[in-house]
């Protein structure tokens, strides 16, 4: 029976994990597929490189990275007592991807669902397990972003096939004397969700025939660029704000890996180096959900007790949330 508490409860990150595919894949064996080169996705992008699934799905990514980020916390799985995972590409509906999760790693009776917000998933899933655990409903929360978007994309389609790779993250969260999670915000227009879409299952039944509809990811690159290098900005203003912290005492901006020129342009329009917006889209490309609890696994090493970091995912819905960690 969980109990609910009067006092504040507080929450912090106490955990990160990731797992990628076996299979990296370079932007030379690319230009064997599509035209393309590396020098045009290099210089478009900053991706040299992604993980693409050979067989791995998304339970699996999602499984392994929550494994790692347990060994990294100290938690044992029958600790965790709600598990989201922030998905677009599940290998299934049903069960959930976070049911599969919890059973992997025992975590019993836990309360386990996915979420769908594309590539703001993870500070969507973040957002919902720090509330939940500030409400005393629960204790330790483990939030993976897991994509295999390499099935979503079109494979003969250059303009957005060069841009995915597959893998996962997780973090754990836990409740706390200290709160670490400063402020979150997140938002969505779906007047624009046009501008990126994936279709879902077609409607057939006795009164509907099916329709052909397209399958694969469609996206208005020079719109989507538009939205990222407008919102995001105003976005991270907006969240330092609540926060009560200044742009200057941020450790580290790790924004969604989704182009090395929209983190560029951010950084420009918030006039902070470009130094202190942390990169690995060159070796994993744009995982969708994934990004940013990957980013943060690798950043980890960088990172001492007490820094402060700003999260921000941005993507299709439109979707789009900030949140500030202290480390
Ligand atoms: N290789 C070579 N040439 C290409 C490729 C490719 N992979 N893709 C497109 N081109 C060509 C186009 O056909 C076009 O040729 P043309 O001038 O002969 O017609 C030319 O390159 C320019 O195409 P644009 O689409 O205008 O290229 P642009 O400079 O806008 O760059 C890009 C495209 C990189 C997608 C850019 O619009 C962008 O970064 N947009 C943001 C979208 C994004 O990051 N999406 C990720 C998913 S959404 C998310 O995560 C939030």
Redesign the pocket.
């Known amino acids: 029976m969980q109990q609910r508490s009067d006092r504040v409860i507080g929450v912090k990150l106490n955990g990160v994990g990731k797992s990628v595919p076996k299979q990296k894949v370079s932007n030379d064996t690319l230009a064997k597929w599509v035209d393309?080169?590396d020098e045009?996705?290099t210089t478009?992008?900053g991706i040299q490189n992604r993980y693409l699934s050979g067989g791995e799905t998304t339970t699996d990514l999602a499984i392994e990275a929550a494994k790692e980020a347990l060994l990294d916390s100290g938690k044992k799985g029958e600790e965790i007592d709600l598990i989201i995972v922030a998905t677009i590409t599940p290998q299934h509906i049903m069960p959930s991807t976070a049911c599969m999760v919890q059973a992997a790693i025992g975590a019993k009776d836990a309360t386990a669902f996915d979420v769908a917000a594309a590539?703001s998933g993870f500070i969507f899933a973040s957002k919902l397990a720090s509330t939940l655990i500030q409400s005393g409903n629960h204790k330790n929360a483990l939030v993976i972003g897991a994509e295999t978007l390499s099935k979503a994309v079109d494979w003969q389609d250059?303009?957005t096939c060069?841009?995915f790779g597959d893998g996962a993250g997780a973090v754990i969260y836990s409740a706390s004397n200290e709160n670490k999670i400063l402020a979150i915000q997140t938002a969505s227009n779906g007047e624009k969700g046009e501008c990126?879409t994936l279709q879902g299952r077609p409607l057939e039944n006795p009164y509907v025939k099916k329709t052909e509809e397209k399958e694969f990811m469609q996206?208005d690159?020079?719109e989507?660029?538009r939205f990222?290098t407008t919102i995001v900005p105003d976005n991270i203003k907006k969240v330092t704000e609540e926060a009560n912290i200044s742009l200057e005492e941020i450790k580290l901006f790790i924004l969604?890996q989704?182009?090395g020129?929209?983190m560029d342009s951010v950084a420009k329009r918030l006039e902070l180096s470009p130094d202190r917006f942390f990169k690995n889209l060159g070796e994993y490309g744009?995982t969708?959900a994934a990004t940013i609890p990957i980013a943060l696994c690798e950043a980890k090493e960088t990172l001492k007790e007490g820094d402060l970091l700003v999260l921000c995912g941005?993507?299709g819905g439109l979707t789009w949330g900030s949140m500030v960690v202290r480390w």
């Open positions: 393309t080169s045009w996705i478009r992008t590539c250059r303009s060069v841009l990126l996206m690159g020079k989507v660029y990222a969604h989704a182009n020129r929209i744009n969708s941005f993507g």
